[in-house]
């Protein structure tokens, strides 16, 4: 079974441009959540959709936002982008069957950089 | 508030010998506890959880991890290390249901 996908691998943008990161999750897993990594910060919740539905959602600003398609597929978008947005952005996916339980499996990360 | 503590940024073991990743966690109601590990520019793979039910859950490539209510521990272990364990490893607590609060993660360097 493939793994989660996500493209692009690598972006390079500019202050104030947006940006928007694509996510395919396990074939079956219906649940799609974003993490932000960076070096000072670790890693961080965005949020997670389910059934096309924002289910939760981290301390972040609004310029971050996501969406979910009939096909579990999901988009995260950002906006008005600043230097402390670069950073690796892993999406992760779950079934799921129970939702404090269930294993979350990562992609390998969209790699941000804001110039 | 739910949190995980990594006490260690780094650790270094000899290969052959037995390797630990400390992780204390502090949650209010019944800790799910995962560890994942991430190799250089690759995204998290997961290694082992704790649910409930035996206290030593043993997970992928050989790892195992000890959960231990009265310390508020779970701790990665594995019997041998091999220079291929060497990577940054991570703890995380489930946290409202869906998110993962992880902890700052602790550098693994096995040496041959």
């Known amino acids: 079974k493939a793994g989660v996908t996500q493209t692009p691998r690598y972006l390079i943008k500019t202050r104030g441009q947006q940006v928007t990161l694509s996510c395919s999750p396990i074939s079956g897993h219906r649940s799609v959540s974003w993490y932000q990594q960076t070096p000072g910060q670790g890693l961080q919740f965005l949020f997670e959709?389910?059934?096309?539905?924002?289910?939760n959602k981290g301390n972040f600003p609004g310029r971050f936002s996501g969406r979910q398609f009939s096909n579990s597929r999901s988009e995260m978008n950002v906006s008005t982008l600043e230097l402390g947005d670069s950073a690796l952005y892993l999406c992760a996916s779950s079934l799921p069957l129970e939702k404090n339980t269930d294993t979350q499996y990562f992609g390998p990360g969209t790699r941000l950089t804001v110039l | 508030a739910q949190s995980v503590a990594q006490p260690e940024d780094q650790v270094n073991v000899a290969e052959g010998n037995p390797l630990t990743v400390k992780c204390t966690y502090s949650?209010?109601?019944?800790?799910?506890l995962f560890w994942y590990v991430q190799y250089p520019n690759r995204g998290l793979q997961f290694l082992l959880k704790y649910i409930t039910g035996d206290n030593l859950v043993k997970g992928s490539y050989g790892f195992e991890a000890e959960f231990n209510k009265s310390q508020t521990s779970f701790h990665l272990k594995k019997p041998s290390a091999l220079v291929s364990d060497s990577a940054l490893y991570f703890c995380?607590?489930?946290?409202?249901?869906?998110?993962?609060?992880f902890g700052k993660g602790t550098t693994l360097s096995v040496s041959s």
């Open positions: 959709y389910f059934s096309e539905t924002q289910r």
């Open positions: 995380a607590v489930n946290q409202a249901g869906t998110a993962l609060i």
């Open positions: 949650v209010s109601g019944n800790p799910y």
